[in-house]
């Protein structure tokens, strides 16, 4: 991915002379302080969450900002997507990776590739089919073969983070982790498919430019969660367990989070995708440190990278709040209002529809893969929730579409502005109406008496498996150990997570360490 | 002080387009993780330590560099002074007065501030001096008369983080005390005294313009100081004690990471010391924050701390090798080596000079105030450990240089270019030559037996003095306790910090809580 400090000190500096940009920092910080403060007393109330709480303090400190410019500006900060890819997303993804459940993920892998990967290249099929034929039907003209790819890729980027505050990992642990690693891994392959867009051929598509896109992802996918996983390996635990005798908290801690975001640039250099590395490497490194540094740099790690994620991604929608107000670009579209209506239900519609797609039909493919084994099936009431849960759409869409429609934040195309304004109101809709809505929606499809009952998850593989961080307290591990021994006995090994495991054994844990 | 991010963007680009720099971000990153592994391994050997490290890893780095790109240039990065005050100097600052043991820094306030502002006022005079008069002796023109008083401020910033790796805090804690104190201090007062310069009319140079910077000065120092502390009693404790009544470790830690950062650009914002903000913020949120989170955020707050101030240092220092090699400024230069000689000796003969000059006269003179009250007096062999401890000289002289001598890191000028290379070359020799003597010499003046002998400090006030950490275990601390209630009954209270303390209990402990 281009990345481009230059166009990152543009933004930031945008119309400010020397002191200006100190006030824009200091209100910045000053707001999302704010958002953090009103986003804790605001959290008993399930309709409202993080990101809606920042979008509307964002519309309302752009409100506040538009009024004192006299209507010159919104913004305190221009809105980079190179400064979103830089420095923004890899410490969320790498979060994300780090605190996952890698037992419940393993055994779900297949699945959650299934929704991820393929589901996206379905959803996205659709969403540019049908914003290429739709587009034109209500009068809109003006784009590109390459940008309705584009609105696919855009469009399929779903952003989870609403539905992981009211569904409980512990009450549906399955449903959890479907949608939580969905979402990482759709994060991952809208980011590749849209890289892999820019550079295919549009004047000759043919069915071989799906297969070819279809390839170097597969190639991307791998080579990038290899690299994420060989560095922490071969690296960070090489040198914690082997050559650190004596532990330094400051020094773990400041080692981890460099290797993470070298593994991060380091796949960027050779033109891999930064983002799937960095989430391996965040399981890998969860792990594999997990055993091998201080109890102290084990807490401190995990609120260090929850911490950095959690501003990272407070800064996020502050700024899609603050941006939705830019006069700017409203000023460059010339789109009737009636057209721009017309755009906006298009695309709801194709999201709806794009994600229905794939949804239903691979969950029963998934159930009969997974019919052989024991693992429990995907009920119809989980798959509504897994559908709705990926409707929403966040800062990676804003991000993409800047990078597509503008040229470091700025255009003055109409059609290209059009398409920009309708991504912000988009993404608006999406998390306030679709966002505000999830918790009735999960309450009523899934009630609370039906969540334990639903998912008759079986605990097993505890003691067997490595990938387990010990979060729950002793006493039931031993007694899930117990347990799983004699399941062990009875059930044969099925998911990927066991084949991982025996390599795991063998390879691995000699060389670097952990538990026996 | 100008805060300018689009130099930093130039200095972060500098010949690089669009790849170009995510592989000079990733060779950073990896140097820098590097240079805590080889930092970590060299931590038994005494006569080095982290800072010489980085420099000379930094040094090697520069040499491939050079080699690599056939003496174009060795640098990865562009130094920019203001990408140093904006991004790097805040964590350092804010971290020294997080961990600053509060006791000792009251007690001995009064010393700390006649080293540390007095201190630098007398050995920014003699320095400033001493270089006018020197200088066009050994046939070195070109300066004008406020880059004479921009070298006095520049030579006058110490870097204590060496001594601090030799000294130990349980061993001699009063002089350990009074090195931290009056290095955190001399920073702030050299960069703010630095800017006092540039704000002073030099063609009317007075007697009375000492004084209207010192007016300046302490001006400065006592609205900085009532900012920094009064943000965090308004805001930060405020909220977490009143408005939070469940934690949430990350929120919180997001909130104190953001209110410290605020306070500094708030400072900026009105034309104070953001440094000297940032540190009593430090202190002061390390009080009260202290109190009112939970036990996971402490810890996680502590290390997340050192972490960022550890890692800011280090680039510091690993940039400043890199720099050295710098052919640019060399070429620049057109001073004959028998001239740079003469200006580096001149330099490091007057630092010594300088120094001299008031740590001796001040020593007599704080042994004489706190002759009436109990405190221990500085004894000879402590005076010559405080001189030496102030005379390496690190990362704010090298900021501080760039910003009197470069615009944003470039210079054609030859003399400036000479003052550049001169700086870099004083500090990588105190750096290097000081820093290596300095455990040698401390064991040399302070033998082991005498460490705690020397130093009869009173073990008094613990339990009456709030702005305690408890940091040693508890059966010590009440023993400690019980004595220093039997000892308070006998001895008057002296301190600053006793009224400090008054106060606190009176108005800002019923409003904002704390231990009772």
Known sequence: MAIDLFYLARSFLDNAADHNHVVSISVFVAVLCLCF?????????????????????????????????????????????????????????????????????????????????????????????????????????????????????????????????VLHQDETPRLYSLVFGEGVVNDATSVVLFNAIQ???????????????????????????????????????????KLFNRHSTDREIALMALMAYLSYTMAELFHLSGILTVFFCGIAMSHYAWHNVTENSRITARHIFATLSFIAEAFIFLYVGMDALDTEKWKAMKASFKTCLGIYSILVFLILLGRAAFVFPLSVLSNYISSRSETALITFRHQVIIWWAGLMRGAVSVALAFNQFTYSGVTWDPVYATMITSTIVVVLFSTLVFGTLTNPLVNFVLPHHLRNRNNPQPKADDATLPLVIPEEPTTSRLLQAKRSLTMLLERPVHTIHAYWRKFDDKYMRPVFGGPT
Not at 200 to 211: A, F, N, P, R
Request: hydrophobic content about 50%; some cysteine; overall charge positive.
């Open 37 to 165: 403060i009103v986003g804790h007393l605001l959290e008993e109330n399930r309709w409202i969450n993080e990101s809606i709480t920042a979008i509307v303090i964002g519309c309302i400190t752009g409100t506040v900002l538009l009024f004192a410019s006299n209507g010159k500006h919104s913004r305190i900060l221009r809105f980079d997507e190179e400064f979103f890819f830089i420095y923004l997303l890899p410490p969320i993804i790498f979060n994300a990776g780090f605190q996952v459940k890698k037992k419940q993920f393993f055994q779900n892998f297949l699945t959650i590739m299934l929704f991820g990967v393929v589901g996206v290249f379905i959803s996205f099929s659709i969403i540019a089919f049908g914003s290429w034929k739709l587009f034109k039907k209500i009068g809109f003209h003006g784009l590109h073969t390459r940008d309705y790819l584009a609105i696919g890729a855009i469009f399929s980027s779903t952003d989870t983070v609403c539905i992981l505050q």
């Open 199 to 241: 550079n295919i051929d549009v004047t000759k598509l043919e069915g071989s430019t799906v297969l070819h896109v279809f390839r170097d992802f597969l190639y991307l996918f791998f080579t990038s969660t290899v690299l994420g996983i060989a560095e922490v390996r071969m690296c960070l635990t090489f040198i914690i367990t």
